[in-house]
């Protein structure tokens, strides 16, 4: 059975903020399929690389200068072994201000398709930036309920690193 779409239908992806497309032209089945094609996993390159292709290993060329690899070969491990381990603890460090640049980014897409005709949403994305909860939620308070209260949870995890937000 054929459906017809009246109204439009607008789908966001909450970890990037970004619309996602639908086909749903057809019949339930088919809507399915075509759903389950985008989730299915990207095919593997069948040629062989460098690395350990099986253990997510692959080998990649590093540029470094004399110093840093005299540095590196003295470690336990050897290179390898302390650039992935310097990596890792740069990513922790990193994750949350990632996390709040994403919530971010996040909730100003969706504002902005969604809210921004709205009054207050320029005030509120300059809050969202600021990380300033408090303004932000004042600002977004006259904004319809439910359009509202989403954008308020995509934007929650950008508070977290505000002067005076408490951090674990």
Known sequence: ??????????????????????????????????????NAPEQVNATRSPGRPKLGVISREVTLLPRHWDWLSQQRGGASAELRRLVDAARKADEPLQAAQQAQQAADLFMM????????????ARALYAADRDLFHELSEPWPAD?????????????????????A
């Open 1 to 38: 059975m054929e459906r017809e779409t009246r109204d439009p239908v607008v789908i966001f992806d909450d970890a990037t903020g970004r619309q996602v497309d639908f086909d749903l032209r057809g019949s339930d089945e088919e809507i399915a399929a075509r759903l389950k094609d985008l």
């Open 113 to 124: 398709a969604m809210l921004g005709n709205e009054a207050n949403y320029e005030g509120a």
């Open 147 to 167: 359009l509202r209260d989403h954008a308020r949870s995509l934007a929650e995890p950008a508070f977290a690193l505000a002067p005076g937000a408490r951090q």
